[in-house]
Nanobody, 125 residues
Framework: QVQLVESGGGSVQAGGSLRLSCAMS????????MGWFRQAQGKEREFVAAINRGGVGPTNYEDSVKGRFTISRDDAKNTVYLQLDSLKAEDTAVYYC?????????????????WGQGTQVTVSS
């Protein structure tokens, strides 16, 4: 049974940084495309970033986070990361990691089979 556990969320001021982690148990994370999504209060879940298996090929980012967020993976630690820099108030949301058995990073939440419980990121202006 695959389990994903996010950590690293918190409250920061605009311009600050956070590093989110997503630890997988039950399977090797190397088998999965990994994605990060977020959901702000009252809004639908939206794509943030995705990274292919083995980190092969380009990473995929939502336009509003390009140049500010960085997704990475450490298969030896069975963990995926999302570095959040230059945070803005509009980045406030619950952030979720997800695992997909597909080949390439997908922007659709429906493509992902496994989800974590989420971690709250709050950015004050």
């Amino acid at each position: 049974q695959v389990q994903l556990v996010e950590s690293g969320g918190g409250s920061v001021q605009a311009g600050g940084s956070l590093r989110l982690s997503c630890a997988m148990s039950g399977r090797a994370v190397s088998r999965y495309v990994m994605g990060w999504f977020r959901q702000a209060q009252g809004k639908e879940r939206e794509f943030v970033a995705a990274i292919n298996r083995g980190g092969v090929g380009p990473t995929n980012y939502e336009d509003s986070v390009k140049g500010r967020f960085t997704i990475s993976r450490d298969d030896a630690k069975n963990t995926v990361y999302l570095q959040l820099d230059s945070l803005k108030a509009e980045d406030t949301a619950v952030y979720y990691c997800a695992a997909d058995t597909g080949i390439y990073g997908d922007r659709s939440p429906g493509a992902y089979e496994y989800w974590g419980q989420g971690t709250q990121v709050t950015v004050s202006s």
